[in-house]
């Protein structure tokens, strides 16, 4: 009888080692930048904007993403300033009222920032803020799709 006991218990505890550990996916792990260049995370949480709306983002006036709700895209940068821009439009084929404000086509600028060689930087969509903590960015972007280079 002991012995039933203790062999239910093993499986069960099994099972809940497998259940409680098995679940835990991995942490997205960061690209390590190359010598001379530093690394553009371009990330939108699932529940910050609505299905059908996404941001055209361009880096130093390139257009280089369509960053949508539950994707990021990443990109080498060149050390020095780099500009942040975006446009919120609809896969309606229609721009957002707030894509009508800024000088360059339609273009918001969102971050102008200073990047340094072998650093990685993060914005986050839709808002276009730049996250300083590494850790809480990885922890938007973990169940994120990654995102094809832009094309027009």
């Known amino acids: 009888m002991r ?3 203790r062999r239910n218990f093993e499986l069960g505890l099994c099972i809940l080692m497998v259940t409680v550990f098995g679940c835990a996916s991995p942490q997205l792990q960061p690209a390590v930048p190359e010598e001379g260049q530093a690394l553009l995370y371009l990330y939108q949480p699932s ?3 609505p299905d059908g709306e996404h941001n055209l983002v361009a880096v130093n006036e390139r257009v280089v993403a369509e960053v949508e709700a539950g994707s990021y895209y990443f990109m080498k940068i060149p050390p020095g ?3 942040v821009t975006r446009k919120l439009t609809s896969s309606f084929g229609i721009l ?3 894509a009508h404000i800024g000088v360059w086509e339609g273009f918001v600028e969102v971050e102008n920032f200073g990047a340094k060689n072998g650093q990685r930087y993060y914005v986050r969509f839709p808002e276009g803020v730049y996250v300083d903590d ?6 938007h972007m973990h169940d994120l799709k990654l995102l094809e280079p832009y094309r027009e």
């Open 47 to 49: 529940e910050l904007l």
């Open 96 to 98: 957002s009222p707030s």
């Open 134 to 139: 590494e850790q809480v960015a990885l922890e």
């Open 3 to 5: 012995t039933i006991w």
């Open 81 to 83: 300033r780099i500009s």
